[in-house]
């Protein structure tokens, strides 16, 4: 049994759901774990790339970069959310 095509089924499969994910990592406050996971996702899917070639690739790069922006913005949103709800419930 070949399990070549299965792998590269896989590997694309992976990089649809890295764009799908990256693209809701960018929703207003619950975003951050979507972000994370299309991260995480996107590595995996880039090591399996060494191996074979992924026609899929402009996917994950699109799902790689939303995801990081995501990240990066509602972290820093969800972070001042935070603080200011514990400076809010401190004052009271």
């Known amino acids: 049994m070949n399990d070549l095509p299965a792998a590269k089924i896989k590997m694309i499969q992976g990089s649809v759901r890295c764009l799908t994910f990256g693209l809701l990592g960018l929703l207003p406050v619950i975003g951050l774990p979507f972000a994370l996971a299309a991260l995480w996702i996107g590595g995996r899917?880039?090591?399996?790339?060494?191996?074979?070639?992924?026609?899929?690739?402009?996917?994950?790069?699109?799902?790689?970069?939303?995801?990081?922006?995501?990240?990066?913005?509602?972290?820093?949103?969800?972070?001042?959310?935070?603080?200011?709800?514990?400076?809010?419930?401190?004052?009271?």
């Open 45 to 92: 899917v880039r090591v399996k790339e060494k191996l074979f070639w992924n026609v899929a690739r402009p996917h994950r790069l699109w799902g790689v970069t939303c995801a990081a922006i995501g990240a990066v913005v509602w972290s820093v949103v969800d972070g001042l959310l935070i603080m200011r709800a514990c400076s809010l419930y401190i004052s009271s």
